[in-house]
């Protein structure tokens, strides 16, 4: 069943630390003066979904279902809405705080929250998820968001669904957006849409913390 699915990706332990270079490089550190993605005009909600304490609000996708999570144990995942369809999902996440992964922050910047958030997901899956666009720095709003995306894997190593992650901070705590396909798209068309809902979401964020001067730090 497709919204199955769902809990296979949100329920990920996001508590695996990542130490070193980080898998995506210093290289990566060019902060491009737009999106990757342009938001989709008058696709979100008048409605906010927001962390449990508030440090974050957003508007969520038009038309769509909130999931109560409540009852299910999902390690720091916070929010998640799904279309009617049950073919994606829109997952806010929280990513631990460690002071091995601030040491990371404060030596990788933005990137480290992109490293840190791909190897939670991979530990739990090895060889099962792979890397289809490395972290992209933005800024937005001035702010500084970082994005990745991944795809999961079949047997035969087809990519079955793809997945686009933006991580944040509010400059005590670290989230990430995750826009989950449930399903594989009948279109490539539609994980080019579904990335710029996310975008569109993204960009309606508060609570996000401005950049500093270099761009690259917190």
Same mark, same amino acid.
């Given at each position: 069943?497709?919204?199955?699915?769902?809990?296979?990706?949100?329920?990920?332990?996001?508590?695996?630390?990542?130490?070193?270079?980080?898998?995506?490089?210093?290289?990566?550190?060019?902060?491009?003066?737009?999106?990757?993605?342009?938001?989709?005009?008058?696709?979100?909600?008048?409605?906010?979904?927001?962390? *449990?304490?508030?440090?974050?609000?957003?508007?969520?996708?038009?038309?769509?279902?909130?999931?109560?999570?409540?009852?299910?144990?999902?390690?720091?995942?916070?929010?998640?809405?799904?279309?009617?369809?049950?073919?994606?999902?829109?997952?806010?996440?929280?990513?631990?705080?460690?002071?091995?992964?601030?040491?990371?922050?404060?030596?990788?910047?933005?990137?480290?929250?992109?490293?840190?958030?791909?190897?939670?997901?991979?530990?739990?899956? *090895?060889?099962?998820?792979?890397?289809?666009? *490395?972290?992209?720095?933005?800024?937005?709003?001035?702010?500084?968001?970082?994005?990745?995306?991944?795809?999961?894997?079949?047997?035969?190593?087809?990519?079955?669904?793809?997945?686009?992650?933006?991580?944040?901070?509010?400059?005590?705590?670290?989230?990430?957006?995750?826009?989950?396909?449930?399903?594989?798209?009948?279109?490539?068309?539609?994980?080019?849409?579904?990335?710029?809902?996310?975008?569109?979401?993204?960009?309606?964020?508060?609570?996000?913390?401005?950049?500093?001067?270099?761009?690259?730090?917190?």
């Amino acid at each position: 069943m497709a919204y199955n699915r769902l809990f296979a990706f949100i329920a990920l332990p996001f508590g695996v630390l990542f130490a070193g270079c980080g898998m995506f490089g210093k290289a990566q550190r060019q902060v491009l003066p737009v999106p990757p993605y342009s938001p989709m005009p008058g696709a979100l909600s008048d409605s906010y979904l927001h962390s *449990p304490s508030g440090d974050i609000v957003a508007h969520y996708p038009k038309g769509w279902l909130h999931v109560d999570i409540h009852t299910i144990p999902l390690d720091n995942v916070e929010e998640v809405y799904t279309n009617h369809a049950r073919s994606v999902a829109l997952v806010l996440s929280e990513i631990p705080s460690t002071a091995e992964f601030r040491r990371n922050v404060e030596r990788d910047g933005m990137v480290a929250l992109a490293d840190q958030s791909f190897a939670s997901k991979s530990a739990t899956a *090895p060889g099962k998820l792979a890397i289809t666009r *490395p972290t992209d720095l933005y800024t937005e709003n001035g702010k500084v968001l970082a994005s990745y995306e991944y795809a999961e894997l079949g047997p035969d190593s087809t990519q079955l669904v793809h997945n686009r992650v933006i991580l944040f901070t509010t400059g005590a705590k670290f989230y990430e957006l995750n826009m989950v396909e449930l399903a594989s798209p009948k279109r490539p068309s539609e994980t080019i849409q579904n990335f710029r809902l996310l975008e569109s979401v993204s960009a309606s964020l508060e609570g996000v913390a401005e950049i500093r001067p270099d761009t690259t730090g917190l």
